[in-house]
């Protein structure tokens, strides 16, 4: 056991006395880590304000200019039969006026309307989860109703603003591949550099009887540590990033009356950042050091 | 532990290094092993120390024949070897006591037992003053020192030094000599490569000869 305790102290001493070159390591894989964090960071929370709309999948049917209140209340529980359909809600035109002027504070403005312009409507919302296709189907049968003026899919943007968060998610996860796979061969280099360096020593640990895991042991933690201090500054630059940008999006998120704020970093997720530097570090390490030991024989 | 080489040649290129070598060493024996430079003593340490294979013939080791041993056993296998190399092989980044309790540290002893260990294999021979020095503060006899200090720490089964008088005076060299009879009246089977022929036929132990690569003299019981 002590070895891995002074492996560990030792490898650590050695970084912090080269403390330029290990802090360029560890920037180095912070970038890598903290790049494709940002992005998914972004993406989640994307995906949070969709997730806001409870129903997505919503069809509103406007009914035609001429049709009463017995025409569309018809309508209705016609509409209602309809294993597709889950909830059926009917919205009364003059009732629609009047929220509408409420809200837009048009009250004045609209009462002197002669008519009102809006239509009875309808609003839909499907027992399951529809297909897109199915969803157009369905908005297709019910638009031949003849009381029908048009029916507006609500969540096409959505489905089509879904499909594009999922295109993205798979770019950044192939951006986040290349980088770590980029901080793999880094670290690797930083590594090697370290076996070459102290290639007396193994030499001699070779002739004693020490074991691969043995000589391996110091380039591991050297791997961990590097790897788990790549993180900590991936943390460092996420933070700073979502800092940066706070005050730009707090505004935005105001405009839309919304009281979505950007969630930050959590720290689960800060210590899953600096755990995953810590496994690169310590799979570049233990590709590197065994390749190079295996190399390294007593003459 | 027991040596045996059963017809062993090593071959290079164009020289053979060793040719057709049948060795016995009984376990708890201690052997010397002479001959002009290029004879093949540092052939038959290689070879025992499994730093080279045999071109032909069989190796055995307390009946186990080396050929057996492959490629991520070999360190298992040198931890009942301790060597006392010819240039010392000293790590000269650490203290005198961290270079002894290598092999220790190597074989997974606790912190406790190494400590003690240590400094008993120091105190045998003389050093145990200069725990906390550096190697390269200490003249070429004191390394050789360390150097056997840490071959014996581990309490190995078979001792086996190269030219450990190499560079040493004949005081000096006699002294050296006593600490390996020392381990050999303890059990430890000890090879000694050595061309001080003087100092080592003074001793009453078995002289096996090599000239040109063959046995010639003293290779039976």
Same mark, same amino acid.
């Given at each position: 056991?002590?070895?891995?305790?002074?492996?560990?102290?030792?490898?650590?001493?050695?970084?912090?006395?080269?403390?330029?070159?290990?802090?360029?390591?560890?920037?180095?894989?912070?970038?890598?880590?903290?790049?494709?964090?940002?992005?998914?960071?972004?993406?989640?929370?994307?995906?949070?304000?969709?997730?806001?709309?409870?129903?997505? %999948?919503?069809?509103?049917?406007?009914?035609?200019?001429?049709?009463?209140?017995?025409? %569309?209340? @018809?309508?209705?529980?016609?509409?209602?039969?309809?294993?597709?359909?889950? /909830?059926?809600?009917?919205?009364?035109?003059?009732?629609?006026?009047?929220?509408?002027?409420?809200?837009?504070?048009?009250?004045?403005?609209?009462?002197?309307?002669?008519?009102?312009?809006?239509?009875?409507?309808?609003?839909?919302?499907?027992? !399951?989860?529809?297909?897109?296709?199915?969803?157009?189907?369905?908005?297709?049968?019910?638009?031949?109703?003849?009381?029908?003026?048009?029916?507006?899919?609500?969540?096409?943007?959505?489905?089509?603003?879904?499909?594009?968060?999922?295109?993205?998610?798979?770019?950044?996860?192939?951006?986040?591949?290349?980088?770590?796979?980029?901080?793999?061969?880094?670290?690797?280099?930083?590594?090697?550099?370290?076996?070459?360096?102290?290639? %007396?020593?193994?030499?001699?640990?070779?002739?004693?009887?020490?074991?691969?895991?043995?000589?391996?042991?110091?380039?591991? !933690?050297?791997?961990?540590?590097?790897?788990?201090?790549?993180?900590?500054? =991936?943390?460092?630059?996420?933070?700073?990033? /979502?800092?940066?940008?706070?005050?730009?999006?707090?505004?935005?998120?105001?405009? !839309?009356?919304?009281?979505?704020?950007?969630?930050?970093?959590?720290?689960?997720?800060?210590?899953?950042?600096?755990? &995953?530097?810590?496994? &690169?570090?310590?799979?570049?390490?233990?590709?590197?050091?065994?390749?190079?030991?295996?190399?390294?024989?007593?003459? | 532990?027991?040596?045996?080489?059963?017809?062993?040649?090593?071959?290079?290129?164009?020289?053979?290094?060793?040719?057709?070598?049948?060795?016995?060493?009984? =376990?708890?024996?201690?052997?010397?092993? /002479?001959?002009?430079?290029?004879?093949?003593?540092?052939?038959?340490?290689?070879?025992?120390?499994?730093?080279?294979?045999?071109?032909?013939?069989?190796?055995?080791?307390?009946?186990?024949?080396?050929?057996?041993?492959?490629? @991520?056993?070999?360190?298992?296998?040198? @931890?009942?070897?301790?060597?006392?190399?010819?240039?010392?092989?000293?790590?000269?980044?650490?203290?005198?006591?961290?270079?002894?309790?290598?092999?220790?540290?190597?074989?997974?002893?606790?912190?406790?037992?190494?400590? @003690?260990?240590?400094?008993?294999?120091?105190?045998?021979?003389?050093?145990?003053?200069?725990?906390?020095?550096?190697?390269?503060?200490?003249?070429?006899?004191?390394?050789?020192?360390?150097?056997?200090?840490?071959?014996?720490?581990?309490?190995?089964?078979?001792?086996?030094?190269?030219?450990?008088?190499?560079?040493?005076?004949?005081?000096?060299?006699?002294?050296?000599?006593?600490?390996?009879?020392?381990?050999?009246?303890?059990?430890?089977?000890?090879?000694?490569?050595?061309?001080?022929?003087?100092?080592?036929?003074?001793?009453?132990?078995?002289?096996?000869?090599?000239?040109?690569?063959?046995?010639?003299?003293?290779?039976?019981?």
């Amino acid at each position: 056991m002590w070895h891995h305790r002074q492996s560990a102290t030792d490898s650590l001493f050695r970084l912090l006395a080269a403390p330029l070159s290990s802090f360029m390591t560890c920037l180095a894989m912070g970038v890598a880590l903290a790049l494709p964090a940002v992005l998914l960071l972004a993406l989640s929370n994307l995906s949070q304000v969709v997730d806001r709309f409870d129903d997505p %999948a919503r069809l509103s049917v406007l009914l035609s200019e001429d049709a009463d209140v017995e025409t %569309a209340q @018809r309508l209705r529980d016609r509409l209602a039969q309809r294993d597709e359909l889950a /909830t059926v809600v009917w919205i009364d035109r003059d009732i629609a006026l009047a929220t509408f002027a409420n809200d837009m504070g048009l009250s004045t403005l609209l009462s002197q309307l002669e008519i009102n312009p809006l239509p009875h409507t309808l609003a839909l919302t499907p027992r !399951y989860e529809l297909s897109a296709a199915a969803l157009e189907v369905l908005a297709a049968d019910i638009a031949r109703e003849p009381e029908v003026a048009e029916v507006v899919l609500d969540s096409r943007w959505l489905a089509r603003f879904t499909a594009m968060l999922a295109v993205a998610e798979r770019v950044i996860w192939l951006i986040g591949g290349l980088t770590g796979l980029g901080a793999i061969l880094v670290l690797g280099n930083i590594v090697h550099l370290g076996v070459e360096a102290r290639r %007396a020593e193994i030499v001699v640990v070779k002739l004693i009887g020490g074991s691969p895991q043995y000589a391996r042991r110091p380039f591991l !933690y050297t791997g961990l540590w590097l790897g788990v201090a790549g993180g900590l500054l =991936s943390v460092v630059m996420v933070s700073a990033v /979502t800092l940066w940008l706070d005050p730009v999006l707090r505004p935005l998120t105001a405009l !839309y009356d919304s009281d979505w704020a950007f969630r930050p970093l959590s720290l689960v997720q800060a210590a899953q950042l600096m755990l &995953i530097g810590g496994a &690169i570090g310590l799979v570049s390490a233990w590709q590197s050091s065994s390749r190079h030991l295996d190399q390294i024989e007593p003459r | 532990m027991s040596v045996r080489f059963d017809r062993v040649s090593r071959r290079f290129q164009q020289r053979d290094a060793l040719r057709d070598v049948s060795v016995d060493i009984e =376990s708890g024996e201690m052997v010397f092993l /002479t001959g002009h430079s290029g004879a093949g003593k540092s052939t038959f340490l290689r070879l025992l120390m499994l730093l080279d294979r045999p071109s032909s013939g069989q190796i055995w080791v307390d009946g186990q024949s080396l050929e057996k041993i492959k490629r @991520r056993a070999i360190a298992g296998y040198r @931890r009942n070897l301790g060597v006392v190399f010819q240039d010392h092989q000293l790590l000269f980044d650490r203290s005198v006591f961290d270079n002894v309790a290598l092999p220790l540290q190597i074989a997974g002893f606790s912190i406790r037992d190494t400590q @003690r260990r240590v400094r008993a294999a120091l105190d045998k021979v003389g050093l145990l003053d200069r725990e906390r020095a550096n190697p390269s503060a200490l003249s070429g006899g004191e390394q050789q020192r360390v150097g056997i200090a840490r071959a014996v720490v581990a309490r190995p089964k078979i001792l086996i030094a190269d030219e450990p008088t190499g560079n040493l005076d004949p005081q000096l060299s006699g002294e050296i000599m006593k600490l390996f009879e020392a381990f050999h009246r303890v059990g430890v089977t000890v090879v000694v490569a050595s061309h001080d022929l003087a100092l080592i036929s003074r001793l009453r132990h078995r002289i096996i000869t090599l000239d040109g690569g063959r046995i010639a003299s003293g290779g039976g019981l």
